[in-house]
C-alpha cells in the first residue's frame, strides 16, 4: 500500500513539473513572438503630359518583329496608364529596415522575349536569386552594367535559342544597374537591387510592399527617368499604411 501511495505522489509530482514547464515555455514564446508584419500600398502617377516613345525598329531581327506586327513596340522609358499611373517604378524601404534580406518563396524570371525584356524593370533583393530566359527562336547576349568598381560585377553571357536559364544573383544593394542586349541595341531594362521588402508599380501605377513591421520607415520610389523620390511612413502592427508618389513629366 505504501508504495502505491508513493508511486501514485511521484506521478503527480512528475505532471505537475511537466505543467509547469510548458507554461513557462508558452510565456517565452509569447514574449518572444515578432510583431506582426504589415504592408505599405499606394500608387505613383505622372502629372502632366508624358514624354512621346519612339518607335523600336525591328526588321534587322524578322522573328521579332513578327511577334510584334500587330501591336508595334515603343521605348518604355515612361509607360503611363490609365489616370496618369506610372508603371514600373521600384518603391522600397530605404531607411529603417534593419532586418535580414526578405525570406522569397519564388524565383523571378528575367525573360527575353519578342527581343524585349519581361519586365523591364526588375526588383530584386540581396542575394535574391533570378533566372533569365530566352524564349525567342533567336540569340540573345545579356549584358547587365552595374557601377564599375563597385561589389556587384559587369558580366555578359550569350544565350542561344533553346538554351538553359541562367541562374544568378547579385550580392549588393544598388539602384539601378542597366542591362542591354549586345545583339539586339534597343534592348534595354533595368535591375534594382535592394536590401528588404520591395514593391513594383503595375500598369494603374498601383504598388505594394509586403512583410514590413512596425516602425517608421524611409521609402524610396525609383523611375528610370525621373530619378527617384522619398517619403517618411509609419507601418503599425497588422495596420496596412499607405504612400503615394507623384513625379512631374519634363
Avoid at 10 to 39: D, F, G, H, N, T
Avoid at 67 to 90: F, I, M, Q, R, S
Avoid at 117 to 127: A, R, T
Avoid at 144 to 154: A, D
Amino acid at each position: 500500500m505504501k508504495k502505491q501511495l508513493l508511486f501514485k505522489a511521484m506521478l503527480a509530482l512528475s505532471a505537475a513539473l511537466i505543467l509547469s514547464v510548458a507554461w513557462m515555455v508558452s510565456q517565452r514564446s509569447v514574449k518572444a513572438a515578432p510583431p506582426s508584419e504589415s504592408s505599405i500600398t499606394g500608387t505613383v502617377k505622372l502629372e502632366g503630359t508624358p514624354p512621346h516613345q519612339r518607335p523600336i525598329d525591328m526588321s534587322k531581327e524578322p522573328a521579332c518583329a513578327a511577334v510584334h506586327k500587330a501591336n508595334p513596340v515603343t521605348t518604355e522609358n515612361v509607360v503611363v496608364g490609365t489616370d496618369g499611373g506610372l508603371k514600373n517604378v521600384v518603391v522600397y524601404l530605404s531607411e529603417g529596415w534593419s532586418g535580414p534580406e526578405t525570406a522569397v518563396s519564388s524565383t523571378p524570371n528575367w525573360e527575353q522575349h519578342g527581343c524585349q525584356y519581361i519586365p523591364h524593370v526588375m526588383g530584386l533583393d540581396v542575394n535574391e536569386h533570378f533566372k533569365v530566359i530566352n524564349s525567342d527562336p533567336t540569340s540573345h547576349n545579356i549584358h547587365p552594367m552595374p557601377k564599375p568598381g563597385g561589389p556587384n560585377h559587369e558580366w555578359n553571357k550569350s544565350q542561344p535559342a533553346g538554351a538553359p536559364p541562367i541562374d544568378t544573383s547579385w550580392p549588393a544593394e544598388e539602384v539601378a544597374i542597366h542591362v542591354k542586349c549586345n545583339i539586339h541595341p534597343w534592348m534595354s531594362g533595368y535591375m534594382v537591387v535592394v536590401k528588404g521588402p520591395y514593391g513594383v508599380s503595375d500598369d494603374s501605377g498601383s504598388f505594394k510592399v509586403d512583410g514590413v513591421p512596425p516602425g517608421n520607415y524611409t521609402l524610396t520610389a525609383w523611375q528610370e527617368t525621373y530619378g527617384a523620390q522619398t517619403q517618411k511612413v509609419t507601418v503599425a502592427a497588422g495596420k496596412p499604411a499607405t504612400a503615394n508618389f507623384t513625379f512631374k513629366a519634363k
